[in-house]
């Protein structure tokens, strides 16, 4: 098993942004005003590596904005204050997100030789309707040329998708989520739209022009995504913003913001195929599921839910969750 791999975050809000998309205000998202420079680079790396042991390998992530649509002179100026500590071997590789219309073979022939590693895409959706509707100023097709560049150049490629945008559906996010597992990804993001201040999402919500993506509308679409994600075999590494000061002290004033999401609809999954099991199964009134040590708490769910939804739905006089050395994501009736 691989030591841990520590991630040092520096924020890059809307540097090389090209576009306003609805959504966006970057600067609420990251919690960060100004924009990276080589001097807050080298800071940020330098406080991070003095709590990260030194036999454990770091990883210089730069999130936020559009990396590769700000001046190549720029780019290279960040790249660069992260050398010193590549070569004294703190830091093994860096890893950007940008647009999937700002890529091109070039460009990734000099990120590779910076040590650069790891590549986000926001593709948000692979319907053209919506990205037009969302303000993105790319489409589908710029996200399948991007994907196969960086693949074909040997990068590891993370693709983040976005639900509940404007003209956006379930139906629209299921086939997203299916066209992105045809790019091969080594790994997903999804974010379920939230509704900041100050952004032009905002004003049409006000307005009564877009319908906000609920929490619950999250979690029950986001079970059904992390499923066709998990049996592709790709990871989801993140589902929903990370939570902040500022996004829970009232700067998402409404939509899919939860500071535990990911737990939800993870234990929304785990309730779906447990539901699955137990209708196919011959069973009594009284059940023991067992399932792996670490799904104890998302099977069980939130106060009790999944328990009672289960027993409710099954007429069941008890049900219990029980330990076992099954795999994650697996669940086998131990007593009936």
């Known amino acids: 098993m691989s030591p841990k791999r ?20 970057q600067r609420k998202i990251s919690g960060e005003i ?28 730069f999130y936020g904005g559009s990396f590769t649509a700000i001046p190549e002179s720029e780019q290279t100026e960040l790249l660069e204050a992260v050398q010193p500590f590549m070569r004294s071997g703190r830091i093994g590789e860096i890893r950007l997100s940008t647009r999937p219309d700002a890529l091109d073979e070039p460009c990734l022939e000099r990120l ?3 040590g650069v590693r790891t590549i986000e895409l926001g593709a948000q959706s692979m319907d053209d309707g919506v990205l037009e509707a969302a303000g993105r100023g790319h489409t589908a097709a710029d996200t399948e040329y991007a994907s196969k560049l960086i693949k074909k150049q040997g990068f590891n490629l993370v693709l983040q998708m976005m639900t509940g945008l404007p003209g956006d559906s379930e139906e629209k996010a299921l086939e997203t989520a299916k066209k992105l597992i045809t790019l091969k990804p080594d790994a997903v ?28 509308e999250a979690v029950n679409l986001g079970a059904k995504l992390f499923r066709l994600f998990t049996e592709a075999g790709i990871s989801i590494i993140r589902f929903g913003l990370n939570p902040s000061d500022e996004l829970s002290g009232g700067e998402a004033v409404g939509g899919a913001y939860h500071p535990a999401l990911g737990e939800l609809v993870r234990s929304e999954y785990y309730l779906n195929l447990a539901r699955e ?54 669940f086998v009736i131990i007593l009936q």
């Open 189 to 216: 993001r999804v974010y379920p739209t939230v509704i900041l201040r100050d952004t032009p999402l905002f004003s049409l919500w006000k307005a009564g022009k877009y319908r906000e993506h609920t929490v619950s």
């Open 112 to 114: 590779k030789k910076f």
């Open 6 to 25: 520590y991630i040092i975050p520096v924020f890059i809000p809307h540097l090389g942004c090209p576009n306003d998309c609805v959504f966006c205000n």
């Open 34 to 61: 100004l924009p990276a420079t080589p001097a807050t680079v080298r800071g940020a790396v330098e406080e991070a590596l003095e709590k990260i042991p030194a036999e454990r390998s770091a990883e210089l992530a």
């Open 277 to 330: 099991l137990i209708s196919k199964s011959e069973h009594g009134s009284q059940l023991v599921l067992g399932v792996n040590r670490g799904c104890v708490s998302l099977m069980t769910g939130q106060k009790r839910k999944n328990i009672q939804a289960l027993m409710s739905e099954f007429k069941l006089k008890s049900l219990k969750v029980r330990e076992t050395k099954l795999p994650a994501g697996k």
